[in-house]
């Protein structure tokens, strides 16, 4: 019996943190449904047949008055050390693009960078055993089209935030513009010095 009280407190509890409808408020009172084995519908979806939804979420979108930042391209190329996590990473972001609905343009593979390095094999300066290490350099370039400077802000924190470790991300952003005031006129419109009234 108190096992049940406890979970009569609760539902109430529960059903004024969620607003839910009146009829149910008084089954909850009653404590008919949860007696007979039945809970009573506490999601707001559930409730609908009610007529009666409150919603408590308030909008969260904030409205300025300049506009947003148009991008022509956003490339993202990724570098790293190992090929297979790259392929793995490109498919992610590519993914992660398309569920955004954000047109990819291109995804390319730059030829890689090799470094060599020859040194002493030995500890001693006079040996002539010498032994070559390399570095590869894999890169994988994915362009973005048409995006937004919200939308490429999200995408670029989610993409970074889920960078792999050794790989290094670098972003070109290419913006479109407005033509400013002064360059409007063009400049064969605008007489010579020579020809202009002295003042």
């Not at 979806?45 to 409150?54: D, L």
Request: charged share 20%.
């Amino acid at each position: 019996m108190a096992v049940s009280a406890c979970f009569a407190r609760t539902l109430r509890a529960l059903s004024v943190t969620l607003r839910v409808s009146p009829q149910v408020a008084r089954q909850l009172n009653a404590g008919s449904s949860y007696r007979s084995g039945r809970l009573p519908c506490l999601t707001p979806s559930a409730c609908v047949h009610t007529g009666i939804i409150h919603c408590t979420n308030t909008p969260n979108i904030t409205v300025t008055d300049e506009p947003d930042a148009l991008y022509q391209t956003v490339d993202v190329l990724v570098k790293g050390h190992d090929r297979a996590v790259l392929d793995s990473y490109e498919f992610f972001a590519t993914l992660a693009a398309q569920e955004l609905g954000i047109p990819v343009r291109k995804v390319s593979e730059p030829k890689k960078k090799i470094e060599r390095m020859t040194l002493l094999k030995s500890v001693h300066i006079f040996k002539k055993h010498r032994v070559q290490y390399e570095m590869r350099t894999h890169y994988r370039c994915i362009q973005l089209a048409h995006v937004t400077g919200s939308t490429a802000q999200a995408y670029l924190e989610y993409v970074q935030r889920n960078l792999p470790e050794g790989v290094a991300m670098e972003v070109t952003k290419t913006e479109l513009v407005k033509i400013p005031e002064h360059i409007l006129k063009p400049m064969w419109d605008i007489p010579p010095l020579e020809e202009q009234p002295s003042q």
